[in-house]
């Protein structure tokens, strides 16, 4: 679970702005709530904004923190990232924090990056009650020298304290993270924090998943989920099916070196590689001494009553996007995962998205989070979101930076029409309308 995201001197993000999915002492959806020992979080978050202001730059910002946890070491200097704007930041480094919950306990890992150099590390168990527990801390000296602080339970004899005196002088690079070296120091939080990273998925309105042919083709019950919800709504998908295609004509047209690395990925019988094509996604697998390609179908009723198959390219942007969502909601309803969608109203009918959105938060076996940026207005209704579900980002005027707060601020009337207050400007994070008579138009292109 995601407790609160904290990001500064990225991209928009000059000082330190905190996105949270703690929740407030309301009366309202309280099936929203998932109480954790010690803690209460939020099922989902809606966040609003104008062009530009800087909700795509949290979703970001992010993911930017997340790969580094799953790749372990920075390849290229973070300096491009900084808030331009503010002079001072040039030599400021950029900062992350993320507080999750996991196995029953909350963490609170984060790093401060300058260039191509880690400043700080650190790994927290943090308590709402108790004292803060130490994990590790590691931090870069004036001198450039790498200092590491451990809990005592980690170094408990000389071999313990002489690898992490290793690491200070030279086994841990200046690019790479403590927690890249996981498999030597045996700190079992590092893998707790890992395993909530794998179970974080970003969606952007450019991505595809990739995963959807091997899913339907492995699960009974993610097929069965899909078309149940696909039949919820009015796409003309009757049903999503893979079907079996040529493996010899599907890759005469590869290229020579994506066959050979195809084939090596093969080699062990129980691989799978699931290739982007034409038709979509294809998966191959061997099977009885052969390999099988499968894609992905979608079944159209015709007017005679006939079975009719088309490729996913062949549907609408709609309906792909939406299919793009399906396997995140199957994630929400069946594990502690957490789905960020950005710009989750593009390709998507207003009213077909506030269906979908509706039936996720109205669903009491939930097991997830649900976070998405949108400039759909019709979801700005409190009979589908608690207060501080409801975020803004709004770019300030004069600095230029991105600032970001929950409606809770506000602390509106439970019947106000939070819809209409917010297109009249009463939350901000709108955009700034020029007037559109001092455009000229006529004059300009007569």
Known sequence: MLIRFIVSNFLSFDTEQE???IAGNLKTHKEHVYHLPKINVLKAAAIYGANGAGKSNMVRAIEYF??????????RSINDKKFKLNPKNKNLPVTFEVEFFRDKKTYSYGLA??????????????DVEKEDKLIFERKLTKHSKTTIKVADKYQKTQKDKYLFELMEESLLKHHELLISKSDNLKIKEIKVLKEWNGNLSIIFPGSKFMHLVHRLATSKSFKAFSNDLLQTFDTGVRELDTEE???????SPMEDDDKEELMESLQDG?????IQSSVGPVLVSP???KFIARKVVSRHDSPDGKSVNFDLEEESDGTQRLLDFIPAFSSILNSQAVIIVDEIDQSLHPVLLK???TKIMKDTKTQGQFIFTT????????????QDEIWFIEKDKKTGSSNAYSLLVFKPRYDLNIQKGYLKGRFGAIPFLANLRDLNWKEVYA
Not at 113 to 126: A, D, G, K, S, Y
Not at 270 to 274: D, F, G, N, R
Not at 375 to 386: M, T, V
């Open 113 to 126: 990056l300058n260039n191509m150099t880690i400043e700080e590390e650190w790994l927290v168990e943090t």
């Open 245 to 251: 295609i040529d493996f010899e004509k599907f890759i």
């Open 287 to 289: 099977e009885n001494d």
């Open 355 to 357: 269906a979908l959105i």
């Open 375 to 386: 400039h759909e207005s019709n979801l700005l209704d409190l009979e589908i979101f608690r």
């Open 19 to 21: 996105f949270k999915m």
């Open 270 to 274: 129980k691989s799978v590689a699931l």
């Open 66 to 75: 997340s790969n580094l946890i799953e790749s372990g070491s920075m390849t």
